[in-house]
């Protein structure tokens, strides 16, 4: 009793402690977070960064859904994300954003008890990195999204690129400053430590609510928040993505 009490002043005092850090470093550009600062050639990103996913829609989901993980070791740089329980047979779209927070209850500005697209996108900001087909290109394999397996909507999703290349893509012109992806300035560095990665789709079956708003990219089946998780630098891959069944 005693010990639990203890360890759960420890991580309420923890929890507090990262909450002040994340909003002091929040207003100035995000870029120190957990002491990473982002270098304008990328070599401030080693090693590995981790994410709990965790449900954004809880009329969806209520419970850890997944796990998510990127490594760069050299220039090889890869992507994993599992899901145990996700959308039975959907593709999801997934991706790291800028923003530095997971969608809160508190966001579902309509009070319509689900958090969509419109709700999400001031928290989320825009995605930088999408988690398809091909990491070297932002605009390349989109058909490389993973999709949910029949019994629980679970996958294991594995895709390895080239930092160099990702990165000098990451830098190119930004072709359509419409949609919703976003590319780094010339001197602009990126820091994956704090930034979040979201998960969107539903199975096109599951009740939605017709307040249920979407965006230019799809209907909300398409576009709904189903899962999210902040990434934190890790000494070694989460356990889970040492097998590759769901
Ligand atoms: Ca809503
Ligand atoms: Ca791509």
New binding site residues.
């Given amino acids: 009793m005693r010990l639990n009490s203890s360890v759960l002043l420890l991580l309420s005092v923890s929890l507090l402690a990262s909450c002040g850090k994340k909003s002091s470093s929040s207003s100035s550009n995000g870029n120190e977070i957990q002491n990473e600062t982002a270098m304008a050639d990328g070599s401030n990103i080693q090693g590995i960064y981790s994410a709990t996913l965790l449900p954004v829609n809880n009329n969806i989901h209520m419970l850890k859904v997944g796990t998510a993980a990127l490594q760069r070791d050299g220039d090889v740089f890869n992507a994993f994300v599992k899901l145990k329980y996700g959308q039975r047979t959907t593709t999801l779209k997934q991706g790291i954003y800028t923003g530095t927070r997971c969608p809160e209850p508190s966001d579902d500005t309509n009070k319509d008890a689900y958090i969509d697209i419109k709700e999400a996108l001031p928290v989320i900001g825009k995605m930088i990195l ?1 988690l ?1 087909g ?2 070297d ?6 058909s490389g999204y993973p999709t949910g397996d029949t019994n629980l909507g679970g996958y294991f999703y594995k895709s390895s690129g080239s930092f160099a290349r990702m990165f000098a893509d990451l830098k190119a012109p930004d072709t359509n400053p419409d949609d919703n992806l976003v590319k780094l300035g010339a001197d602009e560095g990126l820091s994956l430590q704090g930034k979040i990665i979201v998960l969107h789709g539903i199975n096109e079956r599951v009740f939605l609510p017709p307040t249920a708003a979407s965006n230019s990219e799809g209907s909300p089946y398409k576009t709904m928040p189903v899962a999210c998780g902040v990434l934190k630098k890790v000494n070694a891959l989460p356990e889970e993505l040492a097998t590759t069944t769901p």
């Fill in positions: 999408p398809d091909s990491l290109s932002q605009l390349d394999g989109v």
